[in-house]
């Protein structure tokens, strides 16, 4: 194969917002009397708001009405926001600006797969937005990983072809959404807990761009 792009996932890939998303979670897990932990969360990394905030009603036995989980799911999103307000370009992890410049100095298109509604705002946040060719998150796809639509609509807005394109993800839900993209996929977390990536790495500084060409 050989790389022509690589899409990366948001939360717990580029920055460090996927703990906000546990804190937020969690929180509300608590009001409604649902134990929540870490462990719990591995199952939403990646997963849309109504999916997460469904798996924890489910974990607790509650099934409530549309309305209610709309309020919910803004209650929960309004707590994110505000732990997230204080991200600037610092909020970047470490080798994440180094990887970008040198994917763009061997032509490698860079894109961005998010199961966020919020993924533009934190880009922005973070300073990137504008090294992205393409980015595809939750406001423009209607399923979520570990559908591969919001892989496969990245690889269409950068033209290139799937079998020519890693992603790269923090969850296994995403993970998943890459192989049925047709895409090789790159972990970044715990080998013990991830599954079906060619590769994991402890954090995207470890990613060697030799490794990427050689995919
Ligand atoms: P929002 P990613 C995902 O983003 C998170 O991993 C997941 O925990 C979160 O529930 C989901 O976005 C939806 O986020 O509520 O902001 O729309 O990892 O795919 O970048
Ligand atoms: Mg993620």
């Not at 049925?180 to 991830?194: F, N, P, T, W, Y």
């Amino acid at each position: 194969m050989s790389c022509r792009a690589v899409i990366f996932d948001l939360d717990g890939v580029l920055t460090d917002t996927a703990i906000y998303h546990f804190y937020a979670w969690k929180a509300l897990a608590d009001e409604l009397g649902i134990a929540f932990d870490e462990h719990d969360n591995e199952q939403l990394k990646g997963v849309d708001r109504l999916g997460s905030l469904r798996w924890i009603l489910q974990k607790g036995g509650l099934t409530l009405s549309e309305a209610e989980e709309n309020r919910l799911m803004q209650q929960k999103n309004a707590h994110y926001l505000q732990l997230i307000d204080h991200i600037t370009p610092d909020n970047l992890y470490p080798g994440v600006q180094p990887l970008f410049t040198a994917l763009r100095q061997k032509g490698i298109k860079i894109g961005l797969a998010s199961a966020s509604k919020n993924a533009a705002f934190v880009v922005e946040r973070l300073g990137i937005a504008p090294q992205f060719d393409y980015v595809a998150d939750a406001n423009t796809v209607s399923n979520s990983k570990p559908d591969p639509e919001v892989f496969l609509l990245a690889a269409k807005g950068l033209g290139v072809a799937p079998p020519h394109c890693i992603g790269v993800e923090d969850a296994q839900a995403g993970i998943e959404a890459i192989n049925r993209a047709g895409m090789k996929a790159i972990a970044i977390g715990d080998a013990k807990v991830l599954s079906g990536a060619i590769r994991v790495y402890s954090s995207v500084k470890a990613i060697q761009l030799k490794d990427l060409l050689s995919v």
